[in-house]
């Protein structure tokens, strides 16, 4: 699992910088950009943010204009790696988890998860946007201006890991832990199917109303159980929006920072053995 003055910034201290009130957003493109080696280079931001539960960590961003992509990655308090892909150019999102196991009780070092679902544009602002964002005090911690619903997603497909770069070429590097637990949902692959995606991607699961009738993971029996098995996620702090302003010396309104949001997603989904479900232990 693998598991940001005017002017380009050096390295160690663009690794600093990060976004919030931004006004370079309007500035011209290449003025102030975040840390690459050349004109499109991924740019990496870092910002303190406050989780849910209100501990702090640290968050990553990269934003790759040149692919028109953007990632994130967290690690939460009790050690697991969260991290969010978005695929503008194949209007796909990767969320993939890599959990820590707890030796003690037999589990295995990590599992890793992955789950794909469609990636709709005004989810998070675009990648070039991403690239310019700056903050003003590193030290900061960032809470989230917008607290967005939960979302409940009920994966019923799942991903060749063989075939996923026909899908995203992100996807083989980042689920590359998680190849035999790769989560999609019928409604998407459709989609993506309309859209010129080979069927070669995708493998069928157990649909929705068929894991209604399988027991919990948390409640089933035996270790080799076939169960429903659930994972929650939160992406605690993420530029969701462009502000824009006016002024009477310009005809119209211009960029001149972000509004940053935080989300929850639901994940359920058919794991043929409850050992692949250790940590959806409550009932």
Same mark, same amino acid.
Request: charge should be neutral; aromatic fraction near 8%.
């Given at each position: 699992?693998?598991?940001? %003055?005017?002017?380009?910034?050096?390295?160690?201290?663009?690794?600093?910088? +990060?976004?919030?009130?931004?006004?370079?957003?309007?500035?011209?493109?290449?003025?102030?950009?975040?840390?690459?080696?050349?004109?499109? =280079?991924?740019?990496?931001?870092?910002?303190?943010?406050?989780?849910?539960? %209100?501990?702090?960590?640290?968050?990553?961003?990269?934003?790759?204009?040149?692919?028109?992509?953007?990632?994130?990655?967290?690690?939460?308090?009790?050690?697991?790696?969260?991290?969010?892909?978005?695929?503008?150019?194949?209007?796909?999102?990767?969320?993939? $988890?890599?959990?820590? %196991?707890?030796?003690?009780?037999?589990?295995?070092?990590?599992? =890793? +998860?992955?789950?794909?679902?469609?990636?709709?544009?005004?989810?998070?602002?675009?990648?070039?946007?991403?690239?310019?964002?700056?903050?003003?005090?590193?030290?900061?911690?960032?809470? $989230?201006?917008?607290?967005?619903?939960?979302?409940?997603?009920?994966?019923?497909?799942?991903?060749?890991?063989?075939?996923?770069?026909?899908?995203?070429?992100?996807?083989?590097?980042?689920?590359?832990?998680?190849?035999? =637990?790769?989560? =999609?949902?019928?409604?998407?692959?459709?989609?993506?199917?309309?859209?010129?995606?080979?069927?070669?991607?995708?493998?069928? +699961?157990?649909?929705?109303?068929?894991?209604? $009738?399988?027991?919990?993971?948390?409640? /089933?029996?035996?270790?080799?159980?076939?169960?429903?098995?659930?994972?929650?996620?939160?992406? /605690?702090?993420?530029?969701?929006?462009?502000?824009?302003?006016?002024?009477?010396?310009?005809?119209?309104?211009?960029?001149?920072?972000?509004?940053?949001?935080?989300?929850?997603?639901?994940?359920?989904?058919?794991?043929?053995?409850?050992?692949?479900?250790?940590?959806?232990?409550?009932?």
């Amino acid at each position: 699992m693998r598991p940001p %003055g005017l002017g380009v910034p050096s390295a160690p201290l663009a690794l600093l910088l +990060l976004a919030l009130l931004v006004p370079l957003l309007g500035a011209p493109r290449g003025a102030g950009a975040g840390t690459g080696t050349g004109p499109g =280079a991924p740019a990496e931001l870092r910002v303190r943010v406050r989780l849910p539960d %209100g501990q702090v960590t640290e968050e990553s961003l990269q934003a790759d204009s040149d692919a028109d992509s953007i990632s994130l990655e967290l690690r939460k308090p009790d050690g697991t790696l969260v991290s969010f892909t978005a695929d503008f150019k194949k209007d796909v999102k990767i969320f993939r $988890a890599l959990i820590l %196991g707890e030796l003690e009780k037999g589990q295995s070092q990590f599992q =890793a +998860l992955c789950f794909v679902s469609r990636l709709q544009h005004n989810e998070i602002i675009p990648s070039e946007a991403m690239a310019k964002l700056r903050q003003k005090n590193p030290r900061a911690v960032r809470q $989230a201006e917008e607290v967005r619903g939960l979302e409940q997603l009920h994966m019923d497909v799942a991903v060749n890991f063989s075939q996923g770069g026909l899908l995203s070429p992100h996807l083989r590097n980042v689920c590359a832990e998680a190849a035999d =637990a790769i989560y =999609a949902r019928q409604e998407d692959v459709r989609f993506w199917l309309e859209h010129g995606v080979d069927g070669s991607v995708f493998e069928a +699961l157990p649909q929705a109303s068929e894991q209604a $009738a399988l027991p919990r993971c948390a409640q /089933a029996g035996e270790p080799a159980q076939p169960c429903a098995c659930h994972y929650g996620l939160s992406l /605690a702090w993420y530029p969701c929006m462009l502000k824009y302003c006016h002024s009477r010396d310009r005809p119209a309104p211009y960029k001149c920072g972000i509004r940053s949001c935080q989300k929850s997603y639901s994940f359920h989904f058919y794991v043929p053995q409850r050992q692949l479900c250790l940590w959806d232990e409550d009932p």
